[in-house]
């Protein structure tokens, strides 16, 4: 089992593009959450999905951010019209059922934003 | 609301000296709290959580509600031991989502040989 994996590893993308961040959640795992981790922070919750449902995207950003799990594929973290304060490590985490805590979530390596 | 404070942001420590990592919070009613760990180009894994009591690489917590603490120890450390230390704990309303933790900012150890 390879685990969460996230790609790319590292983006760049000049203010006004898009971002697209992928996440594959672990094998037999079919609830993904994203969070962000802004520079000097803590982790903090975005997103939680499961397979073609957002179940709790409380922690999103109003605009330019939307998230997806497609029935096939993996899970979709976009951010539109990025701006500098998008420059984050964004992580990926997925659990085997959404009645698990923090001691089932694993965690992908993330993938670090840098909006120039 | 619920928040982790982690109030050092880096600590150094030479190898065999004893580590303690601190960890404040802030919940209403009896939290479960965990400590995350990250190796150097490794991902974000789970190092211990209270409700096991266990000791995981020698480290141990103990949930102190009187001081709303729960500090992360090793009467030993070693170079290995290198690394980001995040703590986190669940939201405080069971009625949110479980995976959903509040982290704190983090601690970077460093254990020099």
Sequence with gaps: NAGVMQNPRHLVRRRGQEARLRCSPMKGHSHVYWYR???????????????????????????????????????????????????????????????????????????????? | ?????????????????????????????????????????QRLQLLLRHISRESIKGFTADLNKGETSFHLKKPFAQEEDSAMYYCALPPADRGSTLGRLYFGRGTQLTVWP
């Design chain 1, 37 to 116: 981790q802004l520079p000097e922070e803590g982790l903090k919750f975005m997103v939680y999905l499961q397979k073609e449902n957002i179940i709790d995207e409380s922690g999103m950003p109003k605009e330019r951010f939307s998230a997806e799990f497609p029935k096939e594929g993996p899970s979709i973290l976009r951010i539109q019209q990025v701006v500098r304060g998008d420059s984050a490590a964004y992580f990926c985490a997925s659990s085997p059922q959404g009645t698990a805590g923090g001691e089932k979530l694993f965690f992908g390596s993330g993938t670090q934003l840098s909006v120039l």
């Design chain 2, 1 to 41: 609301a619920q928040r982790v404070t982690q109030p050092e942001k880096l600590l150094s420590v030479f190898k065999g000296a004893p580590v303690e990592l601190k960890c404040n919070y802030s919940y209403s009613g009896s939290p479960e709290l965990f400590w995350y760990v990250q190796y150097s180009r």
